[in-house]
């Protein structure tokens, strides 16, 4: 199926949808993964020197878990921050064969409104980006389609499918301003699945750089929520910038609040994060996180694996 057959096709697809088919947040399967966890859950925060060590170092780690799992789920971010991590994962790729050919992905959201050949369409962002660039098949490529005739029926068949391939492997992500993941904005519930969301002022006004006009610039947004992404076995959250800085220290040190919904990711139990030195300027343990990672292995020697 091509990836304008399948726009076509999902019209009827999200028809046959059950409505009473919504998932709870903590079902068994967010149980086994807790289960999983590993040397102690955790958060790992990774400085680099800037954009470029960040792209690499968050590329590699994708691709990692790709030559891990070759029918890996992935959960895909856009925006500013992932274009360096897609083009290295492309290098990856031209340069030593990474594989793409049998992953499935499942894009975080996509504007309400904007149809999936639109220039400012996260759909556009993704075959532009990456996908044209890579072996992906076009059938394993979910993205939400932002001119669907009913849209919360397709938000219901969005959950169903990453149901049917057994739930997100890697999801990636970057952070708005105001501390959203996906387009879950402030005060978005942590339980939260994919949905019909509002766009913050903030977040209208920093998207506005991509649009000729503000009164282009799309109000509402399809997203997989909170608990969607919650869900996923393993977090990749991606940051660079000055204007990012805020925002990173309240999510890794600040309290757990859906005022910052990134913050959620704290009780998560597997997360990288990858940030540049400027976006973790703020932070205030960061020689903590430094020897943390840099002693892993005293840590595995201490508990004797
Ligand atoms: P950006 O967007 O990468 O363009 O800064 C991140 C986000 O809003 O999630």
């Not at 075959?127 to 660039?133: A, D, G, R």
């Not at 990636?172 to 959203?180: A, E, K, Q, S």
Request: glycine share 6%.
């Amino acid at each position: 199926m091509t990836q304008d057959s399948r726009l076509k096709t999902l019209d009827y697809l999200y028809c046959a949808v059950d409505k009473q088919k919504r998932i709870t947040i903590f079902n068994n399967r967010k149980l086994k993964i807790r289960k999983k966890g590993g040397v102690g859950n955790i958060m790992e925060i990774t400085i680099t020197s800037n954009y470029d060590e960040m792209s690499k170092v968050s590329a590699q780690l994708i691709a990692q878990e790709i030559q891990r799992k070759h029918d890996i789920v992935l959960g895909l971010a856009t925006g500013d921050t992932p274009v360096g991590t897609y083009k290295e994962l492309v290098k990856i790729h031209k340069e030593e064969g990474l594989d793409f050919s049998k992953v499935k992905s499942f894009n975080l959201d996509e504007y309400l409104g904007l149809a999936p050949l639109h220039k400012n369409s996260y759909n556009y962002f993704m075959w532009e980006n990456l996908f044209k660039h890579i072996n992906i098949n076009p059938e394993n490529v979910y993205i939400p389609q932002g001119n669907i005739k009913d849209p919360e029926q397709f938000c219901i068949w969005y959950e169903e499918q990453i149901k049917k391939v057994g739930g997100i492997d890697l999801q990636v992500l970057g952070i708005g301003r105001d501390g959203h993941i996906g387009f879950n904005e402030p005060g978005s519930s942590f339980a939260s699945r994919t949905r019909i969301k509002a766009l913050y002022k903030q977040t209208i006004e920093d998207n506005a750089r991509f649009f000729d006009k503000m009164e282009d610039v799309p109000r509402f947004a399809i997203t997989i929520g909170i608990g969607t992404i919650m869900e996923a076995e393993k977090i990749l959250l991606i940051a660079n910038g000055k204007n990012k800085a805020d925002v990173c220290a309240k999510f890794i040190e600040g309290p757990v609040t859906s005022q910052i919904t990134a913050s959620a990711l704290q009780l998560h139990s597997y997360v990288n994060v990858v940030l540049d030195k400027d976006a973790a300027s703020k932070l205030k343990r960061t020689e903590y996180y430094n020897w943390v990672r840099d002693n892993k292995h005293l840590i595995q020697k201490e508990i004797g694996r």
